[in-house]
């Protein structure tokens, strides 16, 4: 059974450019959920979709943005990069996101901002 | 607000020692807790799961205890191996219906030969 694939798995771009990174859940998931990890801030929960509806969000700014298509891989946008948003892309995915289930992660996408 | 603490922050052992690493977390009302595993620039791989209910779980080496009411778990890692060496990281779920998860900073374990 496949695992959790993010693409890509690097990224550099330049300030004020916008990125998206994509993140394929393990099949029969339908939970997705996305994380940056920085050295200084650890690992932030930014959103989590469920049957292509955001359940819910953490506290980052309007810059960053998701979607969950129908076949519940997603996608997370940032737009306007800051040299602030170099980190470590996390996403996981569960079967449901409720209680009783297991978050698996991707390998992260690193995204570099010049 | 939830706030995850992990201590040590790092911890250096020789091969063939039994090892504690611990969990403290701030709000006990958590749904359950998970242990992962994070290999320099890679992703997180799933070590243990425990429900709020539960006290603990078991997996080969591993064995992780949860105390709720005392907003504590440990991670028990049984003869290590220097194929341990990692940073291990709990996370606590805050929220019953998705993957709202607070990790705690890690601890970097190293298992010298």
């Known amino acids: 059974k496949a695992g959790v694939t993010q693409t890509p798995r690097y990224l550099i771009k330049t300030r004020g450019q916008q990125v998206t990174l994509s993140c394929s859940p393990i099949?029969?998931?339908?939970?997705v959920s996305w994380y940056q990890q920085t050295p200084g801030q650890g690992l932030q929960f930014l959103f989590e979709?469920?049957?292509?509806?955001?359940?819910n969000k953490g506290n980052f700014p309007g810059r960053f943005s998701g979607r969950q298509f129908s076949n519940s891989r997603s996608e997370m946008n940032v737009s306007t990069l800051e040299l602030g948003d170099s980190a470590l892309y996390l996403c996981?995915?569960?079967?449901?996101?409720?209680?009783?289930?297991?978050?698996?992660f991707g390998q992260g996408t690193r995204l570099t901002v010049v | 607000k939830q706030e995850v603490t992990q201590i040590p922050a790092a911890l250096s052992v020789p091969e063939g020692e039994n090892l504690v690493l611990n969990c403290s977390f701030t709000?006990?009302?958590?749904?359950?807790l998970q242990w992962f595993r994070q290999d320099p620039g890679k992703g997180l791989t799933s070590l243990l799961l425990?429900?709020?209910?539960?006290r603990e779980q078991t997996s080969g080496r591993l064995n992780a205890s949860l105390d709720k009411s005392s907003g504590r778990s440990t991670l028990y890692i049984a003869a290590s191996q220097p194929g341990d060496s990692a940073t291990y990281l709990c996370?606590?779920?805050?929220?019953?219906?998705?993957?709202?998860?607070?990790f705690g900073a890690g601890t970097r374990l190293t298992v010298k030969p």
């Open positions: 979709y469920f049957s292509e509806t955001q359940r």
């Open positions: 709000d006990s009302a958590i749904y359950n």
């Open positions: 996370a606590v779920r805050i929220t019953w219906n998705n993957n709202d998860m607070r």
């Open positions: 996981a995915s569960s079967w449901t996101g409720g209680l009783n289930t297991e978050a698996f």
């Open positions: 425990i429900q709020s209910s539960q």
């Open positions: 099949s029969g998931h339908r939970s």
